[in-house]
């Protein structure tokens, strides 16, 4: 299996600099991964950089807390779309599905979608928060809204993604797929997720992981 497209390949760290992201940009197009995943405010950089490339542009929104209002994660949404992004990580609220505000999770899901319009959403549920039963129920609310992907994780909370839980998430979310992110760092790592029902990783050690070497989380 060519492992390439299956990863964005991820600079979200706080400190980051537009030399980091041309390096990451590099990077992405000499191994022609799936994206780059970065801050919103480097999309605009990024796609000019990436504009006569197959490497895609995603960026996150509601980052990393999900705590955002839904007003503010449509418009960030929309500025990341004008500015070129091709895919769109939204953090859900995590605090709606602790409360079993279920109605506000798929509202604001789906009001993100329609702000990205033809561009691919994941939605991240960040699953070292959550008990067993709560990944069950946000996968299959993820399941009815026009979301493409469901995603374990932030790479910003006290853990990654799991085996276990990517296992769940893929049964339960309706057919749609699954990003495993946070913590893949080696190509045994990525396997393990393929394994499980992922489709896309995120990881900020992709090229490590073409090399079979062992990388560094996000």
Known sequence: MKYNKLIDHTYLKAFGTK???????????????????INPVHVAYAEKKLHDSDVLVCTVIGFPL????????????????KNGADEIDMVINIGKLKEKDYDYIEDEINH????AGDKLVKVIIEICY??????????????????????TSTGFGTGGATYEAVKIMKKNVNGK???????????????????????????????KIMNDEEGSDY
């Open 19 to 37: 030399k980091d992201i041309e390096k990451l940009i590099n990077e992405a197009k000499e191994y022609n991964f799936k994206s780059v995943c």
């Open 66 to 81: 999900g705590a955002n209002t839904t007003e503010t994660k449509v418009f960030e949404t929309l500025n990341a779309v």
């Open 112 to 115: 993100v979608c329609k702000a």
């Open 130 to 151: 959550l008990e067993e039963e709560e990944i069950i129920k946000v996968s299959q609310i993820v399941g009815k809204t026009n979301a493409e992907f469901i995603k």
């Open 177 to 207: 797929e699954v990003k495993a992110a946070g913590g893949v760092r080696s190509k045994e790592d990525l396997e393990k997720m393929v394994e499980a029902g992922a489709t896309r990783i995120g990881a900020s050690s992709g090229v």
